[in-house]
């Protein structure tokens, strides 16, 4: 069973495997553990990761990038309406009102759905997961932001099923750098102790993220988040962006942001040039050939002048800081450690800002780059039957406060609670009691919508269904089970009714008040508190026989894929793979032909050159075939490729043969003629009685004998025969009929010369048996010789 954590950023991706050594992040095709996160569609198929990123500039309208912020948002959604302008490539609204990308794909306009675009990316990490660990890949966790709300969770959780990937979990970013950074300390507080308070400070391309984690020894507990979705090492690109574009349009009277080719060059460069800042403080050029109409470009910046102009990104780096101590209530001597992850955590602007904050040096133990993908890994290894982990338990937390609503048709019961709370633990379940004489709805959503960076605060819509009164009339009592779980996603998961029956007496309390409980033990309460009967007071009272009835439960979730629409979209990504592979499989057979056409072509006029007598037609051949391949054959079948390059191989492979043969022959006879002489000085020594084979039978040494004249006497002819020919006419003997003689001679002479001497004990036994039956021998005899005798003198009496 294979363990992989995938890391899907805005940006990049990186994927981590466990493996019996440990976990390892794994490199991609162009062996770059990085994999853009990048989808390119084209004319014939689809190219993802770092091919794609090369069809930015080229193929910019059909390349898509920067999609992970558009799961389950709608097209009208402030964010995407502020991306759109940004984007070479087209949004376009659905029939539900999600985001779709309208790019061409098999000279046909299509419109894929962001779960499909993430999909796809999945799918060309699951495939690079599969090379590295040589086996299928189902089972893996993929890391979110903590911020993602319940529709955005879904949909990457959909857009894993898309990709045939089976996701144990959703794990928050800095959830899972906390446990890449826990799990290995052997050094961490006993349970019955005060924990270890680590800050996590992630900041990446997109987002900034904060968490405080509490570690004991094999524990790991969240105690709070904080987030600005919005900041990250883009905002600083697009400021260096802004000011060459204004620096351009004074000096070269250049508008590049009419240039869409233009501007995505421009960001590139801006980004490298921001990286070289982060290293150095001096002035560094920043150099463009041929940016616009044939125009080079070229200005200079400095990291204080960079500084100077990202002040408004760089003051918004404490908030979070901030409120993340706030929630956790814990002062800055509580916390042990802060640990940096992240791209945009390296420029120093903003490294200094966080230590300031924290008073405290900040720790980079961590990889920065790869150190979620390694959480998700050790998360997956720690959910697999396949793996044996250390004991290490995760409490994540509840980013935002979930309220449920309720109502019914007729009757009057409507109210709302609070369910969990901002940072409540998470995974967690609750069941809340109702008392209801029909069917209701329940509607979740969350409490605080100015905190929420979406601007839908719905969650979903439940509905209870077969709710009916007892038979006496009264309302039923129904408890409801909501949940948290593993992802992060909210649910109702199940409904029962509390049924009265005439029976056996049974204890029970009804509850007139909604009550929150945690999986049967009371926790919280809203409104006034139930009072307890009081067995002793008024004497006996009726009971009742009780029994659970299970309810349906339908759910409507705010823009979440429907099963059908689900399963088609899993069944249109096999296809696209389908077509992939042959696309692949295509361009590999053509390449095949052009490598070999360019190889033959240099090699006849080269190594090949004293092998050959006439090479017009081959030579002709050859340049037809390049012709052919840049005119007609430009787009052909994968057979048409496969038979022109068997046509060349008919001319081509026997001069290819005739070389590597005339090479490779010295060398098989040589060896040849070593193990003969081998075998012929070992039989002058056995015929001149060396002590050391006188063990040997001399039949056996015979049929050696025999074998090495007949190899030496084949080796001579073949070498003679050889001799006559030119080395442009094909060789009397191959080099694979030299190898297979060698075999021959040691499998008849190898067993007999390294036959072992027998050793004195097995001598000595040999010489016993040997004295015995001689000895036997002679007894016989000589009692043969005297009865012989005794006759003899019987006869002579007589």
């Not at 894929?112 to 999909?119: A, H, P, R, W, Y």
């Not at 499989?585 to 007598?613: M, P, S």
């Not at 001579?716 to 009929?737: G, R, W, Y």
């Amino acid at each position: 069973m294979s363990v992989v954590g995938i890391d899907v950023g805005f940006q990049s991706c990186y994927i981590a495997v466990a493996r019996s050594g440990g976990i390892e992040t794994i490199a991609n095709e162009y062996s770059d553990r990085c994999t853009p996160a990048c989808v390119s569609l084209a004319t014939k198929n689809r190219i993802i990761g770092n091919a794609a990123k090369s069809q930015i500039i080229t193929n910019f309208k059909n390349t898509v990038h920067g999609f992970k912020k558009f799961h389950g948002r709608t097209f009208d959604d402030p964010f995407v309406q502020a991306e759109k302008p940004k984007l070479p490539y087209s949004l376009h609204k659905l029939a539900n009102g999600s985001t779709g990308i309208q790019v061409r794909y098999l000279d046909d306009d299509k419109v894929f759905t962001v779960e499909q675009i993430t999909g796809m990316l999945l799918s060309k990490l699951k495939e690079t997961s599969e090379g590295a660990l040589k086996k299928p890949v189902v089972d893996c966790v993929i890391s979110v932001p903590s911020f993602f709300t319940d529709a955005e969770r879904r949909s990457v959780f959909d857009a894993s099923q898309i990709a045939g990937l089976n996701c144990l979990r959703l794990i928050n970013d800095t959830t899972a750098v906390a446990l890449a950074y826990g799990i290995y300390k052997q050094d961490l507080p006993a349970p019955e102790e005060r924990p270890r308070n680590v800050v996590f400070v992630d900041m990446g391309h997109s987002s900034f993220q904060v968490s405080i984690a509490a570690f004991n020894k094999g524990k790991l507990k969240v105690l709070a988040t904080a987030f600005d979705p919005y900041l990250g090492g883009r905002n600083l690109d697009e400021v260096l962006v802004d000011y060459f574009c204004e620096e351009f349009k004074g000096k070269y009277k250049l508008n590049v942001r009419e240039n869409p080719r233009a501007l995505l060059r421009l960001h590139q460069e801006c980004e490298k040039l921001k990286k070289l800042m982060s290293a150095n403080s001096s002035n560094l050029p920043l150099n463009i050939e041929c940016f616009m109409n044939d125009i080079d470009v070229s200005s200079r910046m400095n990291r204080g002048q960079f500084e100077e102009m990202s002040s408004q990104y760089l003051m918004r780096v404490e908030a979070p800081l901030r409120a993340v101590l706030e929630q956790s209530k814990l002062s800055r001597d509580d916390v042990y450690a802060v640990e940096i992850v992240g791209g945009a955590t390296r420029i120093p602007a903003i490294k200094e800002r966080i230590s300031r904050f924290f008073c405290k040096d900040i720790s980079t133990t961590l990889n920065a780059d790869e150190a979620v993908a390694r959480g998700c890994a050790l998360q997956c290894a720690i959910l697999s039957p396949a793996f044996k982990v250390r004991e290490f338990s995760i409490t994540d937390v509840v980013p935002f406060p979930i309220t449920l609503r309720w109502k019914s048709t007729t009757e009057d019961g409507v109210g709302s609670c609070e369910v969990f709370s901002k940072n409540h633990a998470a995974p967690f379940s609750k069941v809340i009691t109702f008392h209801k004489k029909e069917p209701f709805d329940l509607e979740a959503f969350y409490s605080n919508s100015q905190e929420l960076p979406y601007p839908d605060h719905t969650i979903g819509c439940f509905s209870v269904q077969n709710v009916s009164p007892q038979p006496d009339g009264d309302s039923s009592k129904v408890k409801v089970k909501v949940r948290v779980n593993i992802h992060g996603i909210f649910s109702v998961s199940s409904a029962s009714l509390i049924e009265k029956q005439k029976g056996e007496v049974e204890d029970m309390q009804i509850d007139s008040e909604p009550l929150v409980q945690n999986e049967g033990r009371v926790e919280e309460q809203e409104g006034p508190s139930v009072e307890k009967q009081d067995p002793a007071a008024g004497g006996s009272k009726p009971k009742v026989k009780v029994k659970s009835i299970d309810l349906p439960v339908v759910m409507n979730s705010i823009r979440q894929l429907d099963t059908s629409v689900l399963n088609d979209f899993v069944e249109y990504e096999r296809q696209m793979i389908i077509q992939d592979k042959l696309v692949k499989e295509q361009n590999d057979a053509k390449n095949a032909v052009e490598e070999y056409v360019y190889d033959l072509r240099d090699k006849l006029g080269g190594v090949y050159e004293k092998y050959i007598t006439e090479n017009v037609s081959l030579t002709l051949m050859l340049e037809e075939t390049e012709n052919w391949l840049y005119e007609d054959g430009e787009d052909q079948p994968k057979r048409v490729y496969e038979e022109k390059l068997e046509a060349l191989k008919r001319l081509g492979q026997p001069i290819q043969d005739r070389h590597r043969e005339h090479e490779d022959r010295p060398r098989a006879f040589e060896e040849l003629g070593k193990k003969l002489q081998v075998y012929m000085k070992f039989l002058d020594s056995f015929k001149q009685k060396d002590e050391r084979f006188m063990h040997l039978n001399v039949e056996e040494m015979g049929t050696v004998e025999k074998c090495v004249s007949d190899s030496m006497g084949w080796m001579n002819s073949k070498m003679n025969a050889q001799s006559k020919l030119s080395i442009t006419q094909d060789p009397a003997v191959k080099v694979a009929d030299i190898i297979a003689k060698i075999q021959e001679l040691e499998d008849a002479c190898h067993p007999v010369i390294n036959r072992p001497k027998p050793s004195a004990e097995e001598t000595s036994e040999v010489n016993e048996q040997s004295s015995g039956v001689h000895a036997a021998t002679q007894a016989k005899e000589g009692k043969g010789e005297t009865k012989g005798n005794q006759q003899t003198k019987e006869m002579q009496m007589d």
